[in-house]
Nanobody, 128 residues
């Protein structure tokens, strides 16, 4: 059984930083597309960062230059370091994974269709 368990998040003032972690267990597929997406109230899901089989990392437009996505294979853990946070970054952040089926992007990761696994989500609130 695939499980993704997030930790981190919380409240921070604009310009501050937050770190998120996600421990992935039970993954038996031979390939993957993993990463983070977020969803703010009343808004669509938005892919934040993603990594695929060959280690290529891609960022969504809002994350580029401010967020850093990394992975610790030994610990089966994904990390998202978020710097210079702004109020518009306020959202529930989800760790997600899906089998690689020919493509991996932030948009694909955030799709609510097909075989996919999501964590429980962790709230990040940025005050001005």
């Amino acid at each position: 059984q695939v499980q993704l368990v997030e930790s981190g998040g919380g409240e921070v003032q604009a310009g501050g930083s937050v770190s998120l972690s996600c421990v992935v267990s039970g993954w038996t597929y031979s390939n993957y597309c993993m990463g983070w997406f977020r969803q703010a109230p009343g808004k669509d899901r938005e892919g934040v960062a993603v990594i695929d089989n060959d280690g290529t990392i891609r960022y969504g437009a809002s994350a580029r230059g401010r967020f850093t996505f990394s992975r610790d294979n030994a610990e089966n853990t994904l990390y998202l370091q978020m710097n210079n946070l702004q109020p518009e970054d306020t959202a529930a952040y989800y760790c997600a994974s899906r089998p690689w089926l020919g493509g991996c992007s932030t948009a694909i990761l955030a799709l609510d269709s097909g075989v996919r696994y999501w964590g429980q989500g962790t709230q990040v609130t940025v005050s001005s």
